[in-house]
């Protein structure tokens, strides 16, 4: 089962990848890298099956990382949005050279 | 038992990420999430990760999903119904690159050796046992990874500085 | 028991210390007049004081080694060690004693020429400057602090010829003169430069004490230093090729012509030459080129002075015709008789230049008062001075006779040793050139009477021209313009007899004065080793003039003929009436070649100075713009262009950055798993 649970984790993430490759949304962004996160954590979790409770040591830890990231993205979008009535990341485009 | 109730809750959580990238609209999506990381807390029951599980519910899916929420309430989102998918190209793209990773994670991880059972399991139900599903996972944290464990106390310290000052209108 | 020198740091501090005084006072309160007028001459004055106690000290002293004093180490740069150091012997107090006591008169007589000038404090920082440097010049101990000199004094000059910069002219007149010099600086930095190579060392002493050992009679090393070294001396001393300065000079304010420009800047070239006189009695063919380019000035510049009406411009080719002379001495190998037709030239140059200036001064104060446009230095426009101005008509007669060589005036003496020193040393492999440069000088001699009468005739005889209701205003200049006048005029009498051969003292009425070979023996020291050069290597010396006739016979024949020329110019010029400058008719054939300078102003314009332009215009338009530019411009071009390429792979999108990520994550999970 925890073999299984790994391949689980694969899937998710790649079905984040793809989410934010093609999404245009920036909280739908945030939403798929918050999706490869919780695969990275089930592949902890499942892990932790042949290494030990330091596994779910960890992802206590991703799990902090992800708060102050949402908390972080989610202002700087209102920011943006703010500035640009859009969350759309296709009109964040101050970088382009 | 169990490993039916594990597949249900795989193609369950599976579901809710296709879900949650093909979505229309960001509260249909979060919701497909928030289905997705109710799914991964069960699988986590079954992996005998309990602590864990409900932290899974009460931080992500209670906690920061509802911060998303917030803020697609807050800025007002979902009237508009243009889909904000890129080009075929780039699901194509998108496809590719994804398939091409799973690919490979999924080939590191049927490489021989690259999962060597040190008896994990069994530790864990020892732990269990003695100190309970709190205390198992409480004993290393604050004993091994003290440090690691205040650090993140201020990086969320900061990080709730940086989001009260970007959020607010003026500084 | 070695000589000390009494201050010797005083000498140079104070005229510095009025250069700041009165440099201030020209920025804060210009229009204080007294400060300068008191610091200006008091601080040159009291230099001039110092020296005179240095002087008398040593002339007591029994044994009088060159006293070099090292204040610090300047320039210590591997094995080239140099100090800031300061050397007191015979030479130097003698070039000191010059600047000083010239100066402080030249100083005096400021305080009346530039009276009305705004410019007073200035005036006097500038020209307090320069007896710095000329002191720093003619006091250094070697090589390096003698060229600070040297550059400091031709940046005075430069300040003083453009003193009264607002005229565009004048402006011009300093620009070319630190143009011409820096030509000749170059000489001079090369043959330090040669001398550090092949001598290691820039000091004097140890310079001409090595050079003997180091260098055969006539070798091409010394020779081609002692080149590059007079290349040096004729842009300071105005020589053929480079005099072409001088005369425009006579820009800045009279006084300035006298101090710079007659007395002391100009002769810095001699005293250089006759400074490193081992150096020079080591190369032959230099000191014949030296001499031979000397007489070629002498004469050269005496037939433009033939016809020159500005009363300056006269004045300055005289100066140039007479620095020629001192190059004769020098390079004749008679550096002591040089060095005293350096001195007589002062008192008696300044002396000419002063009485000028006094002229100037009369005729602008005339013109002025009735507002008259006439140009207050053309001699056309003067005549009968005498009766206005007798001290001046009376000093400058003086001057006059002693630069025309009339006996006993100090003239005679030193031009007369000069010309028969260039005859005694007509022997060796050069005598043929010898003799002609003793012709040359002779002839320039009688030019020399010619002109100056000229002058004095144009300037105080005959009518006066300048208006009935100019005359009125035409009075002699005040004491403190007269006294240096007379001063001078002393010191152009008897200035001579310090250095009276006794061949002279021998002759019947000549030998009035008795023989005093002082200087001679006073700078015997430093030109001793010389001295055993030449009579080495070039043998016994002709005790003849070249067509025949011992020294005492050809000191009655020059001074006969100057008397004669004197005579007969005065009694030919006496018979002409002039024409005020506007209405004199233009001077046609020969004169007029003489008046335009032998066109060679307009010759180095056409041979130098066009096809510089016109080279500097070509580097212009093409190698700098073009090229460099281009190179320059291309490379910034080249990296914008890379940039640009670059900025295409910045498309702003997010998605391409995350896709830019994953890309990076396939490699490297392609490197763990593959």
Redesign the interface.
């Known amino acids: 089962m925890a073999d299984q649970s790994l391949f689980l984790a694969v899937i998710l993430f790649a079905i984040g990848t793809v989410g934010v490759l093609v999404r245009r949304n920036a909280i739908i962004l945030f939403m798929c890298i918050e999706l490869m996160l919780n695969a990275v954590n089930l592949a902890f979790v499942a892990f932790s099956r042949s290494v030990g409770i330091e596994g779910q040591v960890f992802v206590f830890f991703v799990m902090t990382v992800a708060a102050a990231e949402a908390a972080v993205g989610l202002a700087i979008i209102i920011s943006i949005f703010r500035h640009l009535e859009s969350v759309d990341v296709k009109d964040f485009n101050l970088l382009r050279g | 038992m169990t490993t039916l109730l594990w597949y249900i809750f795989a193609a369950l959580a599976i579901g809710g990420g296709v879900g949650m990238v093909m979505g229309r609209q960001p509260v249909a999506s979060l919701l497909s999430l928030v289905l997705t990381f109710f799914s991964l807390a069960a699988i986590y029951i079954l992996l005998e990760a309990h602590f864990i599980a409900a932290v899974q519910i009460i931080v992500y899916a209670g906690a920061i999903m509802v911060l998303f929420l917030f803020v697609i309430m807050l800025l007002n989102l979902g009237h508009d119904y243009r889909a904000d998918l890129r080009g075929l190209a780039w699901i194509v793209v998108g496809s590719v690159s994804a398939g091409v990773i799973g690919y490979m994670l999924s080939r590191a991880l049927t490489t021989e050796g690259a999962i060597v059972d040190q008896g994990g399991a069994e530790m864990i139900d020892a732990a269990l046992r003695n100190h309970n599903a709190v205390g198992a996972i409480a004993l290393p944290m604050f004993r091994d990874y003290v440090v690691p464990f205040e650090l993140t106390a201020v990086l969320l310290l900061v990080a709730m500085v940086g989001a009260v000052l970007l959020a607010k209108r003026r500084v | 028991m070695s000589f000390e020198p009494t201050l010797l740091w005083a000498i140079l501090l104070l005229p510095l210390t009025g250069f700041v005084v009165n440099g201030l006072t020209a920025f804060l309160a210009p229009e204080r007049k007294q400060i300068p007028t008191l610091v200006g001459p008091g601080v040159v004055a009291a230099a001039f004081v110092i020296a005179l106690v240095n002087f008398f000290r040593m002339s007591g002293a029994e044994h009088l080694d060159p006293v070099i004093v090292s204040y610090w180490s300047w320039m210590p740069v591997g094995s080239l060690q140099i100090d800031a150091a300061l050397q007191l012997d015979q030479l130097s107090i003698l070039m000191t004693l010059i600047i000083t006591g010239v100066g402080s008169l030249i100083h005096i007589f400021s305080i009346g020429y530039m009276k009305a000038d705004p410019g007073y404090p200035r005036y006097f920082a500038y020209l307090n400057l320069f007896v710095f440097f000329m002191l720093v010049l003619v006091l250094g101990a070697n090589f390096p602090v003698m060229f600070v000199g040297w550059e400091g004094v031709g940046l005075c000059s430069y300040l003083l010829i453009g003193f009264w910069f607002k005229d565009r002219e004048k402006a011009d007149a300093g620009k070319k003169a630190f143009i011409v010099n820096r030509i000749g600086d170059f000489g001079f930095l090369v043959a330090m430069f040669l001398i550090f190579t092949n001598l290691g060392s820039l000091d004097f002493r140890d310079v001409f004490a090595a050079a003997p050992e180091m260098f055969t009679y006539g070798a091409p090393v010394v020779t081609a230093i002692t080149l590059f070294l007079f290349l040096g001396a004729t842009g300071k001393s105005a020589q053929i090729p480079l005099y072409v300065w001088l005369p425009d000079a006579m820009a800045g304010p009279t006084p300035v012509s006298a101090l710079i420009h007659a007395a002391t800047m100009v002769t810095a070239g001699v005293y250089m030459v006759a400074r490193a006189n081992v150096l020079f009695a080591l190369a032959p063919l230099s000191s014949t080129v030296v001499a031979f380019v000397g007489a070629l000035t002498a004469l050269f510049a005496a037939t433009i002075g033939l016809a020159q009406n500005d009363i300056k411009k006269v004045l300055a080719y005289s100066t140039v015709s007479q620095l020629g002379y001192m190059f004769i001495g020098v390079g004749v190998g008679a550096y002591a008789a040089g060095v005293f037709h350096l001195m007589t030239h002062a008192f008696f140059k300044a002396l000419l230049f002063l009485g000028a200036g006094a002229v100037i001064h009369a005729m602008h104060e005339a013109f002025h008062a009735t507002h008259k446009d006439w140009d207050p230095q053309d001699m056309r426009n003067m005549g009968g001075l005498r009766r206005f101005m007798p001290i001046t008509w009376i000093t400058m007669w003086v001057a006059t006779l002693a630069i025309a060589g009339i006996w006993p005036f100090a003239g005679f003496f030193s031009k007369d040793e000069i010309i028969w020193q260039a005859a005694v040393h007509a022997v060796g492999p050069y005598a043929g050139w010898a003799k002609l440069i003793w012709f040359m000088a002779l002839a320039a001699a009688i030019l020399t009477a010619v002109y100056m009468t000229r002058l004095m005739i144009l300037t105080f005889h005959g009518e006066n021209r300048s208006g009935k209701e100019e005359a009125k205003h035409l009075h002699e200049v005040p004491p403190v313009m007269w006294v240096p006048l007379a001063v001078l005029a002393v010191l152009s009498v008897v200035g001579g007899w310090v250095n009276v051969p006794h061949e002279i003292a021998d002759l019947p009425v000549l030998g009035w004065i008795p023989t005093s070979e002082w200087l001679h023996h006073w700078l015997e020291p430093l030109t001793h080793t010389a001295d055993a050069i030449i009579a080495g290597n070039l043998g016994e010396l002709s005790d003849t003039a070249p067509v025949g006739g011992g020294a005492g016979a050809w000191a009655v024949i020059s001074f006969v003929l100057a008397a004669v020329v004197i005579a007969l110019t005065a009694r030919t010029l006496l018979g002409r009436s002039y024409r005020p400058a506007h209405e004199a008719a233009p001077a046609t054939g020969f004169l007029r070649v003489l008046q335009n300078k032998w066109y060679v102003d307009e010759i180095y314009d056409a041979i130098v100075v066009r096809p510089v332009i016109a080279t500097s215009r070509f580097l212009w338009r093409y190698v700098d713009q073009l090229i460099i530019d281009g190179l320059v411009n291309g490379a910034a071009h080249l990296a914008r262009g890379f940039g640009a390429i ?10 391409t950055y ?2 830019a990520v ?2 990076g ?2 490699l490297l ?2 490197f ?2 593959l």
């Not at chain 3, 670059?646 to 998605?655: D, E, H, K």
């Open positions: 670059g900025s295409r792979l910045q498309t702003g999108q997010l998605n995350a896709f994953i890309i994550v396939i999970l392609g763990v798993v």
